[in-house]
């Protein structure tokens, strides 16, 4: 650990910001984890493209279809290919509260730099505040290691900007993963201030954020792999000149890969977001692979499709 549990958020706030990307896992052709495909993709996005942070074992990265082993490794190969040039933060979510705490201590115990638990699927409840801060309560006694919240609607519910302030009060929530409507994000920013960060997987709302909520941390999604390659760093430049202030030269360089953002969305067909993702990864040069069942391979024709999107899009490969 390279903080303290009572130090967690001042090292958040210095350390946790930048553009975060998570990982999406390559397997192979047997559905075995691709270790050194994703070796060499993690050096790619931290060594080519600068990324500052990997979200490790997410739903992008299929942790529903892992063993506890598989994502206990997936973890430990992060944390030795970042080495220090990028920061880490390793998805220990699950439904059952024993693997989430399983999967947070090896976390830290590794090295990691955070967790990030999305907020758990409730039954036969109807008023959910009081069980979800108990939730994190639970897991912020038991854990050092700063603890990112993550809601999201596949838990069936969405977390109020008013329990996430609440949470966010807990020694070690470091920051929150909020994907839901922008008026709930904005008000989270309003309500909890610097004391954790706030950020959404909206790529198309960063800049936006950055300006208006002034955001200092994108977590996460692929597109900053997926929208840039070496020698085509759009996103890492709109970034750097919001951050600077220059925000008007910011807008014409994200709004000129419209065309890529729309081509990636035009060429990915309904509920196949990891196939395609991956498919668009080896276009670029990355090791991409098949969807473990029961996730959906992209056919022929829908690799085509992508191949002729990507082509045209004015991506620099």
């Keep these: 650990m390279k903080y303290s549990k009572s130090e967690a958020k001042d090292y958040a706030r210095e350390h946790m910001r930048?553009?975060?990307?998570?990982?999406?896992?390559?397997?192979?052709?047997?559905?075995?984890?691709?270790?050194?495909g994703l070796r060499a993709n993690i050096r790619h996005w931290v060594d080519d493209l600068g990324i500052a942070g990997l979200f490790i074992a997410g739903k992008q990265?299929?942790?529903?279809?892992?063993?506890?082993?598989?994502?206990k490794r997936n973890f430990e190969i992060a944390v030795e290919e970042t080495a220090g040039k990028a920061g880490t933060i390793m998805s220990a979510s699950d439904q059952n509260f024993d693997t989430v705490l399983e999967?947070?201590?090896?976390?830290?115990?590794?090295?990691?730099?955070y967790v990030v638990v999305h907020a758990p699927v409730l039954h036969f409840v109807t008023y959910?505040?009081?069980i979800v801060?108990?939730?994190?309560?639970?897991?912020?006694?038991?854990?050092?290691?700063?603890?990112a919240m993550w809601s999201h609607p596949d838990s069936g519910y969405l977390m109020s900007p008013e329990l996430c302030a609440r949470v966010a009060e807990l020694p070690n929530i470091v920051a929150i993963k909020y994907s839901v409507p922008r008026d709930m994000y904005?008000?989270?920013?309003?309500?909890?201030?610097d004391k954790i960060h706030v950020s959404t997987a909206a790529e198309h709302d960063w800049l936006d954020n950055i300006e208006e909520l002034d955001w200092k941390l994108y977590l996460c999604s692929s597109p900053p792999y997926q929208l840039q390659t070496k020698n085509d760093q759009r996103m890492n430049e709109y970034t750097r000149?919001?951050?600077?202030?220059?925000f008007a030269q910011a807008r014409k360089v994200r709004d000129s890969l419209d065309p890529v953002r729309a081509a990636f969305a035009a060429s990915k067909p309904a509920d196949k977001p990891q196939a395609h993702g991956k498919y668009w990864q080896e276009l670029l040069g990355q090791v991409g692979g098949p969807?473990?069942?029961?996730?959906?391979?992209?056919?022929?024709?829908?690799?085509?499709?992508?191949?002729?999107?990507?082509?045209?899009?004015?991506?620099?490969?």
């Design 128 to 130: 959910p505040d009081d």
């Design 133 to 147: 801060y108990n939730y994190y309560k639970t897991l912020c006694e038991k854990l050092d290691i700063g603890i």
């Design 186 to 193: 904005v008000r989270l920013s309003h309500l909890v201030g």
């Design 241 to 246: 000149l919001a951050f600077e202030g220059k």
């Design 103 to 113: 999967l947070a201590l090896h976390a830290q115990n590794v090295g990691a730099d």
């Design 61 to 71: 990265g299929e942790f529903f279809s892992m063993s506890l082993a598989e994502r």
């Design 291 to 317: 969807v473990r069942p029961p996730m959906l391979q992209l056919s022929e024709e829908e690799k085509a499709i992508t191949r002729e999107a990507l082509a045209g899009c004015g991506l620099q490969i």
């Design 18 to 36: 930048g553009i975060w990307a998570a990982a999406l896992n390559p397997f192979r052709e047997d559905f075995s984890l691709n270790e050194e």
